[in-house]
């Protein structure tokens, strides 16, 4: 190959598509430029004097010789690859995403530039093509041009706007004295202006003014070519045509010859954009005529030659021409602009006419951050009835001047009044957001105060937040707290008060040690910390009420550590250890060890051991496990150290003993500073534990169920009971189940889901809850993940009973009249009592049956019902049945109750004498029997178990029931 030759490529070509096979040597003289991958079979490769090669040069058999100076480049296998976002009215630009070559080390260029783009995405780009180069990390590269359209719209003149006619190279002259110029001005970047002495206009000759509007007039040139025409026609179709809004493409020069009209079918927006590959000219006294709303502002024509316009011709649109003269006949009138960037420019005699535009639009922008990722601009002037607002090349729909949700990017804004005049553009930057945001602390020390925040936001969830050195910082609000990362400096304090909650979904950091993250407890509830950092160091507190002293049963608290290694003396003691006590539950002598025991055993090191894996000292806290306290003075007492964050593992949770009606139970503890959702999920891998959990109820003295289904809420630093079910159960108590749900316990809607009745004296100083709910899992019998069994406190028993278990939450499939729930009850210190309706469900009846006194009660007409009781009562004393509303109407005054129980069957409510038929299945009649006055009739049946049809006859009333013995 000879000295300076060079091999080109063009129309798509790539060099690592090029490859030449060569039987002999290869040989490139001077400055030669070679494409391609040379391959010789035998023989010298010899490059000369600044040879370049953009390829590759590799010999079979033979040296290979690279005079200094020359360059020499490596090719990659494959050429880019890249989905394109074509420009719209929504984004004026587009988007090129590489999607190969990708991997370590890549970068990329457009249009040759630099290699700075690692992530191979080029965004806010106009129509237009570009050439995008891949390189690699051993910088091998490949190259391939994409376009990107352009698409329909009013391209941005820039200062040219504001003129009517003038030309960036040639002179302006006017013959005639009756040329008038209306609405903008004329001017010229290079050459004079003659014969405008007498029009009224503003002129500018050769100044900065004329400079700017050369350039802005090519750029609108350009802008307009780029963009891709909707259709192509002959220009002869013009002449006499009616045309819509779009683009078109003529491809040669255009004369009209006929009147040329525009339609824009009611579209104020409509664009009319005619491409003139030709020059433009029209025959004496031809219009252009506008319908339906077309308007002068959206009409351009963009002519590669010169513009010639007929005596008393009328013209509308924007004239751009590229290389050519605009010269106006004797009369010929225009509405809009006559520009070219090459050529004179005269009138005669002309009337030329621009729409008087809106002044420049004036905007504020709030710029994205944090909290809001887009920003938002709103133009403040020009604002008068009827205007309207574009932004980047849009239609001017929008009548408010604010455009929300902008991303980051230049965007170019313009007002139209009612006119149809249009403003020049103004051109602002929105920026990327930021994650950061700096507190100030200028209003207050609350952080959901916006105005302590630069930005004025309140930070959100993808916000980088610092505490200052020695500022004090209060999430107090009642409002939740989110932000990303959080870094509390030295010396500065943030308050989580009770009853607040804080998320901080990336990593915290406290430098400010124990004293600088405080989170608050108070007598009405306890601030809430959700994050997932290990070894931050924090103060969370935990109030406590006063204990009644002189009452055994008053003031206990089940309460648990979310830091690590948590002594308990001297935090969770009293200075007079008759002032406190402070209890751990010991499974395998089913008792409490209390922490002032050193000798009995169990002692406490003893009792307070937990099988979690954890090292830990039997002086503190164990992370995960539950403890009983309470004080004869109320008070805030404090974990201080390490918070919690990740999952805890207890495992070996056995039952000991097989009567003691506590065996089995396990006194774990919620080991973070929040709520846990409860929902028995593969989260929290239960192996050998009921789906019921018991947290102690304060209040009643009584434990309170929290079932998984439907889920329910251990509050933060509780302690709660789960039951083992098998020899070695095991539980993880899972981080994913944080929550800031500052409910205390599980309470369905009234009235949805449950039957809820609770056992009190009636002075209420303690109280016993059962539950009845449908679950469509549940049968008849014990149910692992649905029922719970009873576990006693200090409240009277009252428990349902399924075969020989004793229940305190109790789930059914169904309700229906023909069940008979029985229920235990066994009395404290009290003698009189209530059983209550607190919850039930829409549409049933409830009956109480007590068979001490034969009494059976309507709930839903009297929700409590009251009763004495003494130590020699049986604890089977009641049992619930149902009826349903609006089942067997009309019905007489009194309906009798029918159900059976254990062999025998049950009517209440006879208040006159009664005929009673028992049939079985097959329509034998079995007994006939006539009932007086009872209050409630027990009679035995010696039948087999099955189904059996009791008919009651009364008061000319007669009514089946099915029973089931």
């Known amino acids: 190959m000879a000295a300076g030759v060079k091999m080109i490529l063009i129309n798509g070509a790539s060099a690592n598509k090029v490859f030449w096979n060569v039987d002999g040597a290869v040989s490139a003289g001077a400055g030669a430029e070679l494409k391609g991958n040379f391959f010789a079979l035998a023989g010298e490769i010899a490059l000369g004097d600044g040879v370049i090669l953009e390829?590759?040069?590799?010999?079979?058999?033979?040296?290979?010789n690279?005079?200094?100076?020359?360059?020499?480049?490596?090719?990659?296998?494959?050429?880019?690859?890249?989905?394109?976002?074509?420009?719209?009215?929504?984004?004026?630009?587009?988007?090129?995403?590489?999607?190969?070559?990708?991997?370590?080390?890549?970068?990329?260029?457009?249009?040759?530039?630099?290699?700075?783009?690692?992530?191979?995405?080029?965004?806010h780009l106009p129509g237009g093509e570009y050439t995008i180069t891949a390189r690699d990390a051993n910088g091998?590269?490949?190259?391939?041009?994409?376009?990107?359209?352009?698409?329909?719209?009013?391209?941005?003149?820039?200062?040219?706007?504001?003129?009517?006619?003038?030309?960036?190279?040639?002179?302006?002259?006017?013959?005639?004295?009756a040329t008038f110029i209306t609405g903008g001005a004329i001017g010229t970047n290079s050459g004079a202006i003659t014969g405008f002495g007498s029009v009224v206009c503003v002129q500018?000759?050769?100044?900065?003014?004329?400079?700017?509007?050369?350039?802005?007039?090519?750029?609108?040139?350009?802008?307009?070519?780029?963009?891709?025409a909707t259709q192509t026609i002959v220009a002869a179709s013009m002449s006499g045509g009616t045309f819509y809004g779009g683009v078109y493409q003529i491809s040669s020069a255009l004369a009209l010859t006929s009147n040329l009209t525009l339609d824009a079918q009611g579209d104020p927006d409509a664009i009319f954009i005619f491409k003139v590959t030709g020059a433009f000219s029209s025959a004496a006294s031809v219009n252009i005529i506008l319908l339906n709303g077309a308007s002068v502002s959206n009409i351009f024509w963009n002519v590669d030659g010169a513009v010639g316009i007929g005596a008393s011709a009328s013209m509308k649109g924007t004239f751009l021409a590229?290389?050519?003269?605009?010269?106006?006949?004797?009369?010929?009138?225009?509405?809009?602009?006559?520009?070219?960037?090459?050529g004179a420019a005269n009138a005669y005699n002309n009337s030329m006419s621009l729409c008087i535009p809106p002044t420049m639009p004036v905007v504020t922008i709030i710029q994205p951050n944090c909290t809001n990722p887009t920003?938002?601009?709103?133009?403040?002037?020009?604002?008068?009835?009827?205007?309207?607002?574009?932004?980047?090349?849009?239609?001017?729909?929008?009548?408010?001047?604010?455009?929300?949700?902008v991303p980051e990017g230049t965007y170019s804004l313009s007002a139209k009044n009612a006119a149809g005049c249009i403003s020049p553009v103004t051109n602002v930057v929105v920026l990327a957001p930021t994650n950061s945001i700096l507190w100030t602390g200028s209003s207050d020390n609350e952080w959901n105060n916006a105005g302590n925040w630069i930005p004025a936001v309140v930070p959100g969830s993808s916000c980088d937040v610092v505490i200052p050195i020695s500022a004090l910082v209060t999430i107090g609000s009642g409002s939740a707290a989110v932000c990303n990362n959080l870094t509390i400096e030295t010396g500065a304090v943030l308050t989580i008060a009770a009853g607040n909650s804080a998320t901080v979904t990336g990593s915290l950091t406290n430098n400010s040690g124990i004293n600088g993250l405080v989170i608050e407890s108070s007598s009405s509830g306890t601030g809430s910390l959700i994050h997932s950092t290990s070894a931050v160091t924090a103060t969370i507190q935990r109030f406590f009420n006063d204990a009644n002293w002189t009452d055994g049963k008053d003031g206990w608290h089940f309460i648990s550590s979310p830091v690590a290694a948590q002594a308990i003396s001297p935090a969770f003691t009293a200075e007079l250890a008759s002032d406190y006590d402070f209890y751990a539950w010991y499974e395998p002598s089913n008792i409490w060890v209390n922490f002032k025991n050193n000798s009995e055993p169990p002692d406490w090191s003893t009792g307070n051991t937990l099988n979690n894996g954890l090292v830990n000292n039997a002086l503190d806290f164990y992370v995960g496990k539950g403890y009983l306290v309470a004080y004869n003075s109320s008070a805030d007492k404090s974990f201080s150290g390490e918070i919690n964050v990740s999952d805890v593992v207890i495992q070996d949770l056995n039952i000991t003993g097989n009567t003691n009606p506590n065996r089995s139970w396990h006194l774990l503890g919620n080991p973070f500073p929040c709520a846990l959702t409860w929902d028995a999920t593969s989260d929290w891998a239960l192996t050998n534990i009921a789906g019921v959990a018991k947290i102690w109820n304060e209040v009643n003295q009584s434990y309170t169920d929290l079932t998984s289904t439907p889920t329910s809420v251990i509050p933060s630093m509780n302690g709660f009971m789960v039951q083992a079910t098998g020899e070695t159960g095991s539980i993880t108590l899972p981080a994913s189940k944080r929550d800031h749900n500052t409910q205390p316990f599980y309470k369905a809607t009234a009235s949805e889901t449950r039957i809820v009745l609770i056992a009190s004296p009636l002075d209420k100083s303690n109280a016993q809850t059962s539950t009845l709910y449908l679950h469509p899992e549940a049968t008849p019998q014990f149910d692992l993940m649905l029922d719970s069994e009873f576990l006693a406190g200090y409240a009277p028993e009252f428990y349902s009973k399924s075969d020989h278990y004793q229940l305190s939450t109790n789930a059914f499939p169904t309700f229906n009249e023909n069940m008979v729930i029985p229920f235990g009850f066994v009395k404290n210190e009290a003698n009189n009592y209530s059983v209550e309706l607190t919850e039930s469900i829409d549409g049933l009846i409830v009956y109480l049956t007590d068979l001490t006194t034969n009494t059976?009660?309507?709930?839903?007409?009297?929700?409590?019902?009251i009763f004495s009781a003494s130590d020699n009562d049986s604890p089977d004393r009641f049992l619930i049945h149902f009826g349903v509303l609006g089942v067997n109407n009309p019905e007489p005054v009194t309906k009798i109750n029918v159900w059976t129980y254990e062999k025998s069957i049950y009517l209440s409510q006879v208040t006159e004498k009664t005929q009673m038929e028992i049939f079985d299945l097959q329509g034998r009649l079995l007994l006939i029997q006539v009932l007086n006055d009872n209050q409630l009739t027990g009679i035995a049946l010696p039948y087999q178990s099955g189904v059996y049809i009791v008919r009651l006859t009364y008061s000319g009333y007669s009514h089946s029931t099915k029973v089931i013995l």
């Open 375 to 405: 920003g938002t601009i709103t133009i403040t002037n020009p604002i008068a009835p009827g205007m309207k607002y574009r932004i980047d090349l849009c239609s001017y729909t929008n009548t408010s001047g604010v455009f929300l949700s």
């Open 322 to 342: 590229l290389a050519g003269e605009i010269a106006f006949g004797d009369g010929a009138t225009l509405e809009g602009r006559a520009l070219t960037i090459a």
């Open 55 to 64: 390829g590759r040069a590799l010999t079979i058999a033979g040296a290979v």
């Open 66 to 123: 690279i005079t200094n100076g020359s360059l020499a480049g490596c090719l990659l296998s494959e050429d880019p690859e890249a989905t394109l976002i074509q420009p719209d009215c929504t984004l004026s630009t587009g988007t090129i995403t590489i999607t190969a070559p990708t991997g370590i080390g890549m970068t990329y260029s457009k249009d040759g530039i630099d290699f700075t783009n690692t992530s191979g995405i080029f965004t």
């Open 204 to 228: 500018h000759t050769a100044n900065s003014v004329t400079a700017q509007c050369a350039v802005d007039l090519a750029a609108a040139f350009n802008e307009i070519r780029s963009i891709a």
């Open 140 to 177: 091998c590269f490949s190259t391939k041009s994409f376009t990107i359209v352009g698409f329909g719209h009013t391209p941005n003149l820039g200062t040219a706007a504001g003129f009517i006619l003038f030309t960036s190279a040639g002179a302006l002259g006017n013959t005639g004295p």
């Open 856 to 865: 059976v009660q309507n709930l839903n007409e009297h929700p409590a019902y």
